[in-house]
């Protein structure tokens, strides 16, 4: 009879726990989707203030607050693309007609950077635009600036150091390759597949082999830019642009590693590509200088830390590529991937890094960096980060929330 009372007793607290476990577990699945609702309508608000501040044939780049001024730039630069990227990442999650609309009205004054031939942004201008207009509307016009971009890109390959030039020869610089370029790669590798054209996937995986070889030190961290000799491929020399020194670990170059060889493991399956992502992740959340928020400064290395400036691109677009990290490992692994990509979206969700209604010019996200050894962009919002943060924010309900019935 007692050991009979025992197993009942045992088995109601089980089911105790599990239903309190469960409600539990449902308390923070609403807690996100209630962040993620709320950062849309936000987001929703700005961009069409930033959309009526903003000049009909320019792209919005940065805001000063200082001088309440708002920065913009033609579509020839590196960074045009991020606007109406962000707009169809709204309208993805809102269905807001408005939107829409002014995505498709700065598309068309950036369609003919599809043949812009100065530097290799090109993934950056027209897949993070073009290639998500076409996603969601199935526009074939989307699709086909997409290809040709593609192919302009590809001209940039040079087969003796078998990688895409960056930027054009200087007085500094060869024929430098920069480790951002990984993330242009996810505009070749699907055009390759659109078209089941091997030429640009052959490219894709020849640069990501050279900077797999040449850009990353033994504990996983990246320089920023690596010189060559364009005649003999030789290695001229492994410097900064953006960085702390040619030896630091400039935070958002290791975001952007961290994301382009995940872009190459989700084409390929090429297993050397995922194990890379795993040990950048690795080095960057084990990082001691990385903090309690996962928000980083924007250089690990640099000599004045805690007081200096944080990054919250590098931290938007670690968040961005953590969480498709998660998809692609089990266990506690995956466990620590996506908790720790939630953690970054609450944190740049706070007030410490989001933007009020009406502030800051109708950006997002504050507190970026762009360049402080060129005293550019220094604590400003910027376009990318309010783009790879969206992006992030649907990953996430896409992958960790559970869909509605």
């Known amino acids: 009879m007692r050991s009979k009372f025992l197993f009942v007793a045992v088995l109601c607290l089980s089911v105790f726990f599990v239903l309190g476990n469960t ?20 987001a929703t608000s700005q961009y ?16 000063v607050s200082k001088e309440n001024k708002l920065v913009t730039s033609n579509t020839s630069w590196w960074t045009s693309g991020f606007f109406p ?9 809102t269905k807001d007609t408005a939107i829409k609309s002014e995505a498709e009205r700065r598309l068309t004054i950036l369609e003919k950077e599809k043949y812009h031939t100065k530097d290799h942004d090109l993934g950056f201008m027209i897949y993070c635009s073009f290639g998500n207009a076409y996603r969601i509307t199935g526009n074939p016009v989307y699709k086909e600036t997409v290809l040709t971009a593609s192919e302009t890109l590809i001209k940039r390959y040079r087969p003796t150091i078998r990688a895409i030039q960056s930027w054009d020869s200087s007085s500094n610089f060869s024929c430098p390759v920069i480790i951002d370029n990984m993330m242009n790669l996810e505009m070749l590798c699907w055009s390759a597949d659109e078209l089941r054209e091997p030429k640009f996937k052959v490219v894709a995986i020849d640069h990501t082999a050279t900077t797999l070889k040449n850009h990353y030190r033994p504990d996983y961290s990246s320089y920023h830019v690596v010189d060559y000799d364009k005649a003999t ?4 020399k492994k410097k900064t642009a953006q960085g702390f020194s040619d030896e630091s670990a ?83 692994e995956k466990e ?26 109708g950006f997002i996200l504050k507190h970026s960096v762009g360049s402080i050894p060129h005293k550019s962009e220094v604590d400003v919002p910027l376009t990318y980060a309010d783009y790879y943060f969206l992006e992030a924010l649907l990953r996430y309900k896409k992958w960790y929330l559970p869909a509605k019935k």
């Not at 009526?52 to 780049?61: C, H, I």
């Not at 491929?233 to 001229?236: R, S, Y």
């Not at 989001?354 to 010019?361: C, Y």
Request: net charge positive.
């Open 23 to 42: 409600s539990y577990a449902q308390q923070k699945d609403e807690a996100m989707e209630k962040l993620i609702n709320e950062n849309f309508s936000l």
């Open 48 to 63: 069409k203030l930033l959309a009526k501040n903003t000049a009909a044939g320019e792209m919005p780049r940065n805001f």
């Open 85 to 93: 990227g962000s707009l169809w990442y709204i309208y993805e999650y």
């Open 233 to 236: 491929g030789k290695i001229l």
């Open 250 to 332: 400039w935070a958002r170059g290791q975001s952007w590693g961290l994301y382009g060889f995940l872009i190459m493991y989700r084409f390929t399956k090429e297993p050397s590509y995922l194990q890379q992502a795993k040990n950048i992740a690795s080095f960057l959340l084990n990082h001691p200088r990385l903090p309690k928020d996962k928000v980083p400064y924007w250089d690990y290395d640099a000599t004045d830390i805690p007081n200096t400036y944080r990054d919250v691109s590098a931290a938007a677009i670690m968040c961005s590529a953590l969480l498709e990290l998660g998809q692609y490992t089990e266990g506690k």
């Open 336 to 361: 620590n991937y996506v908790k720790t990509g939630k953690k970054l979206l609450q944190s740049l969700s706070s007030n410490a890094y989001r933007n009020k209604p009406e502030e800051n010019g």
